[in-house]
């Protein structure tokens, strides 16, 4: 699959933190609307600061859903799953990434976010 294709849609910079790994067209009964899902796996880079003689990857953590602006009249969501990692010497110690791009208290991008402020519709309403 080619996903240079995806630069275009995805919130800016997202495709240099993350590598697509899926992506499906899925239709719900219920609403009888089509809906986009792209999904995300963090790339293995080390969140500056840290050290890859102290950290090794362990893994992800558990799949985050965001809504992200409507494509050709289809809902777009993000399935997005952070990387963790884990000082080599002090299992209890974990570090991860810390994005931006995502409005905070809201499961919606920025950009989305504050294109709701801007109509005067609270976005809040829109996260679940």
Same mark, same amino acid.
């Given at each position: ?39 995300? &796996? ?10 890859? %003689?102290?950290?090794? $990857? @362990?893994?992800?953590? *558990? ?26 010497? &002090? ?10 791009? %995502?409005?905070?208290? $809201? @499961?919606?991008?920025? *950009? ?17």
């Amino acid at each position: 699959m080619d996903i240079s294709i995806f630069s275009s849609f995805l919130p800016e910079g997202l495709l240099s933190h993350f590598d697509v790994v899926d992506f499906k067209e899925l239709g719900d009964l219920q609403t009888n609307k089509d809906c986009l899902y792209i999904y995300l &796996d963090e790339k293995n880079i080390l969140p500056k600061g840290f050290n890859s %003689i102290e950290f090794q $990857s @362990k893994g992800f953590y *558990e799949r985050t859903i965001i809504q992200e602006f409507p494509i050709r009249g289809k809902a777009v969501y993000l399935g997005i799953r952070r990387r963790r990692w884990r000082n080599k010497t &002090d299992k209890s110690i974990e570090v991860k990434s810390d994005y931006s791009f %995502i409005a905070e208290g $809201s @499961k919606l991008t920025v *950009e989305l976010s504050d294109f709701l402020k801007d109509t005067g519709r609270d976005p809040r309403r829109y996260d679940k």
